[in-house]
């Protein structure tokens, strides 16, 4: 054995691998031959990688199949991949040959050389008693493990990611009624509108992030279905008549989610459509957060030349050359976090059509896609809820200095003087620079009090008409 290095055997022959290395043959050749981006896969997916590993062995010794101190030991070592202490042994990179091969036999080989060394063999030891494939892997195949992986790592974060979604709601909820007595003017095309209260419009923000998060939870829902025991091509071969539904019962039991079989194991391996499904939810999910950054950052505009309606906390300096300057970076950090989740969700959609006949071989690119979406959708609204919108205020005197100017008021003395003294009043009052108020009792349409009784602003939020045709005009 060269210094440094140890000779592994797979079915193409021989292979150097480092001699500290769990893996063998099999992943040292995905090393080398897909030396592609340098990423590697997320925790998620080697969790539920080895969680299926340890439910098989499991399974199998329950079913007579497997020697009990070689499922204990396989078990054993599964439990350290799933604690994360062997993090460093899984080094595939995602872009790598179809379906995930070499992600699940990275999975096999790490798992089965710790097993080994549990039970006392060197990894080295050509008479070590565990085998990847015959024992670690038994009775799977990477075509019902990684997409069963894809299902569980997604399923792994899926409370944490709608907890975090709850917390920006409940944020938003609590700016809306921190900010309900503010009546500021309102924007359609970006042009001035008819009033709307500040927390009306926060009121807004927070019921679609409920809407998203229950997209997202009925998507993930739909995930809990595993293909597992379709082995090759979904009919099971190898398997044991008993094995899908045992693995479905100890995946539960390991993992505490709640899984379900399923009625075809063929379309579980053919269709990636749960997967599309709950990256769309997720896409959606950003186009929502997207378009409420944007308005945060519209709305805290200036502070001098712009809206300034809103002041976002200030968490760290904006510029290196302009003094005092300070930038929107929470809201920018999640803009950027969406556009990503956006690419992720094409990724994984034009990957979820390009499967072909029993197998969709695109399956590595799915996988990580839907886990760093995850990942930085939860890590990215977090830090959003806590550095941006817990510490957001309004400016009151600019927002109601603003609604003040808005000559759109006139709208709400349609029903009273008609649409097209409306419009003679709103024009007249924007090129002179007067107010609603003093241009249509100028011009006699209304009395100083019908004026004021119609231009309550604050009524004008709630909805209804105004005037009821008796005042005038």
């Known amino acids: 054995m060269a210094e440094g290095y140890r000779i592994e055997r797979d079915s193409l022959g021989e292979m150097r691998v480092p001699a500290d290395a769990l893996y063998g043959a099999q992943t040292q050749r995905a090393v080398e031959n897909f030396p592609i981006s340098g990423l590697r896969q997320y925790d998620a997916f080697i969790w539920s990688m080895a969680m299926i590993k340890k439910a098989a062995a499991l399974v199998h010794k329950d079913l007579g199949l497997l020697e009990p101190r070689i499922a204990d030991a396989i078990a054993q070592a599964a439990d350290e991949v799933i604690d994360g202490r062997l993090r460093r042994h899984f080094v595939v990179d995602p872009f790598q040959a179809g379906a995930g091969t070499s992600h699940n036999m990275n999975t096999n080989e790490v798992i089965a050389n710790r097993a080994n060394q549990i039970l006392g063999y060197d990894i080295a030891d050509p008479n070590k008693p565990i085998n990847p494939n015959d024992h670690v ?20 974060r899926l409370d944490e990611l709608l907890g975090v979604l709850d917390s920006l709601a409940d944020a938003l909820d609590e700016k809306a009624r921190e900010f309900d007595d503010i009546v500021k003017s309102g924007r359609t095309h970006l042009q001035d509108a008819v009033p709307v209260r500040l927390g009306q419009e926060f009121g807004a923000y927070a019921r679609a992030v409920r809407r998203d998060a229950e997209r997202i939870r009925v998507a993930g829902d739909r995930l809990r279905e595993l293909g597992i025991g379709g082995t090759a091509t979904g ?6 008549p008993e094995y ?7 995946l539960s039991e390991l993992t505490g989610l709640e899984l379900r079989t399923s009625d075809n194991l063929f379309e579980r391996m053919q269709s990636m459509a749960d997967q599309v499904d709950f990256s769309a939810a997720l896409r959606t999910l950003a186009v929502t957060l997207d378009r409420i950054c944007n308005d945060l950052r519209l709305l805290s505009s200036g502070p001098a030349t712009g809206l300034d309606e809103v002041r976002l906390p200030a968490v760290q300096p904006g510029s290196s050359i302009m003094p005092g300057k300070v930038n929107p970076v929470m809201a920018e950090m999640l803009n950027m976090v969406c556009f990503h989740v956006m690419g992720n969700d094409l990724t994984v959609m034009m990957a979820g059509q390009a499967g072909q006949l029993e197998l969709n071989v695109m399956m590595p690119v799915i996988a990580y896609n839907l886990f ?25 005197e600019k927002a109601e200095g603003w609604l003040a100017k808005n000559a759109i008021l006139v709208t709400a003395l349609n029903p009273v003087i008609g ?17 609603i108020r003093e241009v249509v009792i100028e011009k006699g349409y209304l009395t ?25 005009g």
């Not at 899908?244 to 100890?250: D, L, Y």
């Not at 990942?375 to 550095?387: H, S, W, Y």
């Open 419 to 435: 649409y097209l003294k409306g419009a003679e009043v709103a024009k007249e009052a924007m090129a002179t620079g007067r107010t």
């Open 244 to 250: 899908h539904q045992r693995m479905v019962q100890k």
């Open 372 to 396: 760093q979406s995850m990942d930085i959708l939860t890590n990215g609204v977090r830090a959003f809820t806590e550095k941006a919108v817990r510490g957001l205020q309004a400016h009151r």
């Open 235 to 240: 009919s099971g071969l190898n398997a044991h």
């Open 448 to 472: 100083p009090e019908e004026a004021d009784k119609l231009l309550d602003v604050r009524k004008m939020t709630e909805g209804g008409i105004f005037g009821g045709g008796g005042a005038g």
């Open 137 to 156: 892997n038994m009775a799977q195949s990477t075509n019902d493990t990684i997409p069963t992986a894809i299902r569980l790592g997604c399923l792994w």
